[in-house]
């Protein structure tokens, strides 16, 4: 939401809020009587020991800035981009895709298998070192991956740098 870290809530509708632990227990996890709200769902998850609530503040700020941007739109153009760079990239490499090209449903990240030859880490480093091209790797068995995610402040401009010096790279 562009809030930032550790700035979220939580919401699960009331039939199903037993089924939550918090990943962090503090204050309000089997607290004493009179202590508690009164609700354990609340008290459970609210309190995270000394946490500075900070971050939890700027969360109106940046529903408005959303709204403000028409985040729809902006999220929308972002998920064009990210399969129009899956496409191209996916021409290059002639690696079948692992996951959909994005539609409404998917966000704006997504996986890139690489050619088994083709050593990730070393695709990585050199991405970043020789061009300033930051993108994570992974390996899943014998299978590297680049994570690619395409943000609001992105353009075509660099999606066409980022494809062009991986094809280079590739030489494929």
């Known amino acids: 939401m562009m809030a930032p870290k550790g700035a979220a809530f939580l919401h699960a509708r009331r039939d199903v809020q037993s089924w939550l632990d ?15 709200s009164g609700n354990l769902f609340i008290d459970y998850h609210e309190w995270q020991g ?21 985040w729809g739109r902006v999220r929308s153009h972002c998920r064009k981009l990210l399969g129009v760079t899956m496409e191209r990239v996916q021409a290059i490499t002639k690696m079948p895709p692992i996951m959909p090209i994005p539609k409404e449903w998917l966000g704006q990240m997504a996986v890139l298998p690489l050619p088994k030859d083709v050593d990730g880490a070393e695709l ?39 494809v062009k010096v991986l094809e280079d790279l590739l030489g494929i």
Do not use: C, M
């Open 22 to 36: 918090p990943l962090v227990v503090s204050w309000g996890y089997d607290a004493e009587s009179g202590f508690g």
């Open 50 to 70: 000394t946490r500075d609530i900070a971050a939890f503040l700027s969360v109106p700020a940046a529903i408005d800035y959303q709204r403000e941007q028409d």
């Open 124 to 162: 990585k480093k050199r991405l970043y070192d020789e061009y300033q091209i930051e993108i994570p790797h992974t390996r899943w068995g014998e299978q590297s991956f680049l994570r690619i995610s395409v943000q609001s402040y992105n353009n075509e401009e660099e999606i066409d740098y980022f």
